[in-house]
C-alpha cells in the first residue's frame, strides 16, 4: 500500500525553495553545482509576480507579437462575465473565450465537481480502466446526440486534436472502398491549425507554410447546395466535413435546409457526413447542437470549446456505431488512435458537470432568450447606421457584425474595415472584449457565456452601440477634412 505520508529514504536529498522561487540542493556539502538551474518559478512566487515581470518573461518566452492587435490585457481574475486586470479595472467578456466559457468563466458548480475528484484522490489517467465518469459522459453524450444515434464518444484536449482524430476515423472506415480516396470541405471553413486540420479547413492563410497536405482534399462554397452535389456525385469523396455555422468564417449562417440536403446528399453518395460543433455545439445556439435546427442525424460531430467550462482542456467527437465499428472493431485496428489525455478523469468530470449545469439551469432557453435580446439591439442599431454595419447574423449567442470597408481615403489611418479600430476601442475604452474572426476581418463575434446576467449583456451592447457612433463620426470627420 502507498503511504503517502511516508518520510524521505535517507538517500533522497531534501530540497528547499529560495525566495525567488529556484531550487537549491541542500544537502550539498562541497558546493557543486546543483541539479537544476537557478531561477527557475515555483507556483507560490509565480502567483505574486509583478505585471512587469509576467509581461517581460512571456514576451521573452512565448508568442512576442501576441500584442500585436493593439489590446492585450494581463487579466489576474475572472467570474462570470467579467475579467479584473492587474490593476483592478473590470472588463466585460462578450467573447467567452470564443465560446469556451460557456457556463461563465469559473463556474462554481464545475469547480466544486473538480475539487471533488481531488479529494477523493481519483485515479487520474488510463484510457483502458473502467470509470464512472468515463461511463456517464459517454451515456450523456449518446443520449444528447442527434435522435441518441451517436453512441460512441473518443476525447481528446482540443478541437484541432478531435478534428486530427476525425481524419483518422475516417480514413479507416473507407479503408475497404477504393474509390473513396479524397475528403470534402467548404471554402473559409476552420477546422484547427495543426497539420491535418489546417487542410480540413478551405483558408490558404492558414495552410501557406504547410504544404504538402496529408491527404487529398476539395473544397466546395459553402452554403451552396448545388456545388455539393456536383461534387459528391463524382462519389470519390470519403467524407464531407462542415461547419453548421461559419465561426471563424465571419458567422456565416447556410440557407435553409442546406444542412438536410448535404444528409440527403451524402447518405446517396456513400459519404460520411462530419460535423464540426466545436463553436456551435455544447447549448451555443440555443439547441443543444446547431444541426437540431435542421433534424438531421449525422455519422459524426466533432466538439470541443464549452464542453469543459473553460477550465481543463477537453474536447473529441462522437459517431455513430456504424462509422466506429467500420473504423475501430478489431483488434488490428482498435488502438491505432490514442492520446496521453484521452479520457483524462477530470476532463470528464468537467464535460458531466457542465453538462448537468446547462440542463439543471436550463441554459438553452436562456440562450434563446438573451440572443433574442442581442438580435433586437444589434438590428435596431444596423438601421442607425447602415453605411457601417453591412449585416447581423448567427443564431442564439453566437452573433456576428459583418462592417463595410471604411472609405478609402482615409484607410491608410483607420485600417481597411471598421470592425478591427471598434473592437480596439471597446477594450480600450469601454472594457468590453469582442473579437474579430480569424478568416473575415471585417466580422466581429459576440459568444459571451449563457449565463451572462442581463444587465451584464445590456452593458456590453450599450458600449457597442456607443463605439460604432462614435468611430462613425470619426471617420466622417476625417473623410470631411480631407476632401477640403
Not at 462578450?94 to 465537481?113: A, P, R
Not at 476525425?166 to 473559409?188: D, E, G, M, Q, W
Not at 464542453?307 to 481543463?312: E, P, R
Request: contains cysteine.
Amino acid at each position: 500500500m502507498i503511504d503517502s505520508t511516508s518520510t524521505a529514504t535517507a538517500t533522497s536529498k531534501t530540497v528547499e525553495l529560495n525566495t525567488n522561487g529556484s531550487k537549491t540542493d541542500a544537502s550539498s556539502e562541497n558546493g557543486t553545482a546543483s541539479n537544476y538551474p537557478e531561477g527557475l518559478w515555483c507556483f507560490d512566487e509565480a502567483m505574486k509576480m509583478d505585471p512587469e515581470t509576467t509581461v517581460k518573461l512571456q514576451l521573452d518566452h512565448l508568442n512576442k507579437l501576441r500584442t500585436v492587435h493593439g489590446h492585450a490585457r494581463n487579466f489576474v481574475k475572472a467570474d462570470n462575465s467579467r475579467f479584473v486586470d492587474e490593476k483592478g479595472t473590470e472588463h466585460l467578456d462578450l467573447i467567452g473565450g470564443v465560446g469556451v466559457v460557456t457556463v461563465g468563466n469559473n463556474n462554481q458548480y464545475v469547480w466544486d465537481c473538480l475539487q471533488k475528484c481531488f479529494d477523493a484522490k481519483l485515479y487520474m489517467m488510463g484510457a483502458i480502466s473502467y470509470r464512472n465518469l468515463a461511463a456517464a459522459f459517454g451515456r450523456n453524450m449518446a443520449l444528447l446526440s442527434p435522435g441518441q444515434k451517436l453512441t460512441r464518444t473518443w476525447t481528446a484536449t482540443g478541437g484541432a486534436e478531435a478534428n486530427e482524430g476525425v481524419i483518422k476515423l475516417i480514413r479507416l472506415a473507407t479503408r475497404y472502398k477504393p474509390n473513396k480516396k479524397k475528403f470534402l470541405s467548404t471554402l473559409n471553413s476552420f477546422h484547427g491549425k495543426t497539420t491535418g486540420a489546417v487542410f480540413l479547413g478551405g483558408k490558404e492563410k492558414w495552410q501557406k507554410y504547410q504544404s504538402p497536405a496529408p491527404f487529398d482534399v476539395d473544397y466546395v462554397p459553402y452554403g451552396d447546395a448545388e456545388a455539393l452535389q456536383v461534387a459528391l456525385s463524382s462519389g470519390m469523396y470519403r467524407s464531407f466535413i462542415v461547419e453548421p455555422i461559419q465561426g471563424e468564417g465571419g458567422v456565416i449562417v447556410p440557407p435553409p435546409g442546406y444542412l438536410a440536403k448535404a444528409r440527403e446528399l451524402c447518405t446517396k453518395y456513400d459519404t460520411y457526413l462530419v460535423l464540426d460543433e466545436i463553436q456551435t455545439g455544447c447549448g451555443r445556439t440555443g439547441k443543444f447542437w446547431a444541426c437540431e435546427y435542421e433534424n438531421i442525424i449525422p455519422d459524426c460531430i466533432a466538439f470541443a470549446k464549452g464542453f469543459s467550462g473553460g477550465l481543463i482542456p477537453f474536447a473529441g467527437y462522437i459517431a455513430t456505431e456504424e462509422l466506429w465499428n467500420a473504423a475501430y472493431n478489431s483488434l488490428e485496428t482498435a488502438f491505432l488512435h490514442t492520446a496521453t489525455y484521452q479520457e483524462n478523469t477530470l476532463g470528464l468530470a468537467a464535460g458531466v458537470a457542465t453538462i448537468d449545469y446547462i440542463v439543471q439551469n436550463d441554459l438553452l432557453s436562456r440562450c434563446r432568450k438573451l440572443g433574442g435580446i442581442m438580435f433586437d439591439r444589434l438590428n435596431k442599431l444596423q438601421t442607425k447606421f447602415p453605411h457601417v454595419m453591412k449585416d447581423v447574423r448567427g443564431r442564439g449567442m453566437i452573433v456576428g457584425i459583418e462592417f463595410y470597408p471604411i472609405p478609402e481615403s482615409v484607410q491608410e489611418e483607420f485600417g481597411e474595415y471598421y470592425a478591427t479600430p471598434i473592437v480596439n476601442d471597446l477594450a480600450d475604452t469601454y472594457h468590453v472584449q469582442v473579437y474579430c474572426s480569424l478568416n473575415n476581418p471585417s466580422v466581429f463575434r459576440f459568444l459571451p457565456p449563457l449565463t451572462i446576467p442581463e444587465a451584464d449583456l445590456d452593458e456590453g451592447l450599450s458600449a457597442v452601440e456607443s463605439a460604432v457612433a462614435k468611430f462613425d463620426a470619426k471617420v466622417k470627420e476625417a473623410v470631411a477634412a480631407k476632401s477640403t
